[in-house]
């Protein structure tokens, strides 16, 4: 699993594993990965807290970061905040995606025929990144932006990832899980192990509304491939208007075939 540094003791274990690792550049980017956890406006001494370094040092970093656009500056209130450069960067990555626009009409459909929401995305660490994402208009479902992150364990693909791993490298995961993410991890618990033990009789992974924001949802694992990480698959609807019963019946079978589909389509038979 590719390690997320969010703080100076990541920081150590890396360099120790690793005599050829970075200090400096990767300094820089948790002060970036700051943003990703955080959405707001932070400033030098929130940022050293958060990550375990001294004020100077994340000064300095802010500092160079802003002139490079990879941050901006808000003088009123003396924070920092993501600049364009940072944005500008990920444009590649979701642009150059292969499959993207070959599965959109698919999840456009699943969104509109389910009145909810469809997505594709890859884990990166113990968080799904969002490269895309349907919803049907007339929904009260949110869409998640592209870029979005979510945890592993509060979202149906990312119990699909999960169940896709393989047995040997699982433990571990959990257990990061339960040591990194220690609220997410109580909530969602029992969800993750249920999906985990019925993945492969299913086909598709499950959230029944305990990661919160009344949301459910099935996720499927797909056998495409995205550099080195797979493309996962996730249809949500409005918790309020399904039941249990009827997402296991209806949405997950359906989502299974749209991946399976699309990976005809890509030549994987």
Same mark, same amino acid.
């Given at each position: ?15 120790? *594993? ?51 656009? +990879? ?8 924070? &920092?905040?993501? #600049? ?5 960067? !990920?444009? =590649? +990555? ?14 456009? /459909? ?5 009145? @909810? *929401? ?23 479902? *949110? ?12 979202? /149906? ?10 047995? /040997? ?12 993410? =220690? ?15 019925? &993945? ?8 029944? #509304?305990?990661? @919160?924001?009344?949301?459910? @949802? /099935?996720?499927? $694992?797909?056998?495409?491939? +995205? ?11 409005? !918790? ?28 994987? $038979?």
């Amino acid at each position: 699993m590719i390690r997320r540094l969010q703080e100076q003791r990541d920081l150590d274990s890396s360099r120790a *594993a690793n005599p050829n690792f970075a200090g400096t550049l990767a300094k820089g980017l948790m002060v970036l990965e700051a943003f990703v956890r955080e959405s707001r406006p932070l400033g030098n001494s929130e940022l050293a807290q958060a990550l375990g370094l001294t004020r100077p040092t994340v000064s300095r970093l802010c500092r160079t970061l802003l002139e490079l656009g +990879y941050l901006d500056h808000d003088p009123r209130i003396d924070r &920092y905040f993501i #600049g364009p450069a940072a944005v500008a960067l !990920g444009y =590649p +990555y979701i642009v150059n995606t292969p499959l993207r626009m070959l599965a959109r009409p698919g999840l456009q /459909a699943l969104a509109d025929r389910f009145q @909810g *929401a469809a997505s594709m995305g890859v884990a990166f660490g113990l968080d799904i990144v969002y490269l895309d994402s349907c919803a049907c208009p007339t929904s009260t479902l *949110a869409r998640p932006d592209v870029g979005a992150t979510r945890g592993v364990a509060t979202t /149906a693909m990312g119990r699909a990832w999960l169940a896709a791993q393989p047995a /040997a490298q699982r433990p571990a995961l959990l257990a990061a899980l339960a040591r990194e993410r =220690p609220a997410e991890w109580a909530r969602c618990r029992a969800g993750v192990e249920e999906s985990l033990a019925h &993945y492969a009789e299913r086909g598709f992974a499950l959230n029944l #509304g305990d990661a @919160g924001l009344g949301i459910f @949802g /099935a996720g499927v $694992h797909s056998r495409m491939h +995205y550099g080195q990480r797979t493309l996962v698959f996730n249809c949500a609807v409005p !918790g309020l208007q399904w039941r249990a019963s009827r997402i296991r019946a209806e949405v997950g079978p359906a989502l299974v075939e749209l991946v399976h589909r699309i990976e005809q389509q890509a030549g994987m $038979h």
